[in-house]
């Protein structure tokens, strides 16, 4: 695997170490490039000759035919040849693409070996019942924390009250009520606002 990234690379019977393949796929480019340049060069070619094509008569318009046929020709080959480099581009890249996985795959599990190794060690300082045991301790203390602030809660100094008196009294304030069409002055004093009581005093000292 150290080949293809070039880290260190096995030299041949010349002495030159052995290609990786980014030397290959940049050999590739390269030579994809000089063929798209040539390709490009022989189209504006057989369009300049078109060009004549349509003004010349004879000899001289079939002498230019044969030349952009001839230069087609070449054009066609070209292409071909780039087609074919297309197709071994895309190898190369599948190649460099899985070599690089597996790269990446053995990293990773080299790194969980590692973090698995730091793990065991961590988890010798750490017992499983003094855990437990500190749970339950902190369990305690939250009970008792609870209890002591239910008993500070408690209201001081207050005369116990009878429910059922309560009831019946919050009964005959529903009784009170029911009639909406009741004047303002027959409502309970205990149930008029301060001011709607001040405004009853001036009314009748006026």
Do not use: C, H
């Not at 000089?34 to 369009?47: G, M, P």
């Not at 790269?103 to 080299?110: E, G, H, T």
């Amino acid at each position: 695997m150290k080949r293809f990234f070039g880290t260190k690379q096995k030299k041949s019977a010349g002495g030159a170490p052995d290609p990786t393949l980014d030397d290959v796929s940049g050999n590739m480019d390269k030579r994809m490039t000089e063929l798209d340049t040539k390709i490009n060069r022989l189209e504006k070619q057989i369009l300049e000759i078109k060009k004549k094509m349509q003004r010349a008569k004879g000899a001289a318009k079939n002498a230019l035919k044969q030349k952009a046929l001839k230069l087609l020709k070449q054009k066609k080959q070209y292409e071909s040849q780039r087609d074919r480099m297309y197709g071994q581009q895309m190898n190369i890249d599948n190649t460099k693409y899985a070599t690089q996985s597996i790269q990446d795959n053995a990293n990773m599990v080299k790194a969980m070996k590692g973090a698995a190794t730091t793990l065991k060690q961590q988890m010798k300082d750490v017992n499983i019942d003094e855990v437990e045991d500190l749970q339950d301790e902190m369990m305690d203390l939250f009970d008792e924390t609870n209890e002591i602030n239910d008993i500070l809660g408690e209201a001081w100094g207050m005369d116990d009250v009878d429910e059922d008196e309560l009831e019946a009294e919050l009964d005959g304030l529903d009784d009170e009520l029911d009639d909406l069409d009741m004047a303002e002055d027959d409502v309970p004093s205990y149930m008029v606002s301060a001011n709607a009581a001040a405004n009853k005093t001036d009314l009748k000292n006026s």
